[in-house]
T-cell receptor, first 110, second 114 residues
């Protein structure tokens, strides 16, 4: 089946710093989602981005489907950005389920 | 528009018991998927229901089952609980399934088996 790899596994930043999280996937996909898991466990949708670039405030994402990777950029990080970031891609065609990477754990220090 | 609602939020059960978790999807969404999250295995797909039919199933034993009602609400059941079933169970709602459309997750049910 499809493999999803995220890097780095852990990232520690000082407040105000910028960061780039990477998601590689082993096969072509219809779409890709980025999530932020908050301390209570809920997965918060960040981006639904099959290809191209999207921006939402301090966050932006780029997916290069032909090269099978996606990048999540966080600028001017805040302590509230701390948590685990997951990317997920569907497996099994149009009726597939999501396959998740192992996540990047981000800690932003004040 | 209300989000995905999971109940209960927390559960403590004893080995051998059974448990039922509930998920109410976003209004108009017909697909509900369930995922198990553990520190060792990460997020793993359990099953998906679409219009009351199980459409996909992950690699979990038969003790894990589910169903979907005509209003798209879904329940999952775990029988004969084992310590290893302790996990965060998340459900996802989407209009047509995660293969084609964006999935939205509930807050999860944290199950502890003692």
């Amino acid at each position: 089946g499809i493999q999803v790899e995220q890097s780095p596994p852990d990232l520690i930043l000082q407040e105000g710093a910028n960061s780039t999280l990477r998601c590689n996937f082993s096969d072509s996909v219809n779409n890709l989602q980025w999530f932020h898991q908050n301390p209570w466990g809920q997965l918060i949708n960040l981006f639904y981005i099959p290809s191209g670039t999207k921006q939402n405030g301090r966050l932006s994402a780029t997916t290069v489907a032909t090269e099978r990777y996606s990048l999540l950029y966080i600028s001017s990080s805040q302590t509230t950005d701390s948590g685990v970031y997951f990317c997920a891609v569907p497996y099994g065609g149009s009726q597939g389920n999501l396959i998740f990477g192992k996540g990047t754990k981000l800690s932003v220090k004040p | 528009k209300a989000g995905v609602t999971q109940t209960p939020r927390y559960l403590i059960k004893t080995r051998g018991q059974q448990v039922t978790l509930s998920c109410s999807p976003i209004s108009g969404h017909r697909s509900v998927s369930w995922y198990q999250q553990t520190p060792g295995q990460g997020l793993q797909f359990l099953f998906e229901y679409f219009s009351e039919t199980q459409r996909n199933k992950g690699n979990f034993p038969g003790r894990f089952s589910g169903r979907q009602f005509s209003n798209s609400r879904s329940e999952m059941n775990v029988s004969t609980l084992e310590l290893g079933d302790s996990a965060l169970y998340l459900c996802a709602s989407s209009s047509a399934g995660a293969g084609n459309t964006e999935a939205f997750f509930g807050q999860g049910t944290r199950l502890t088996v003692v």
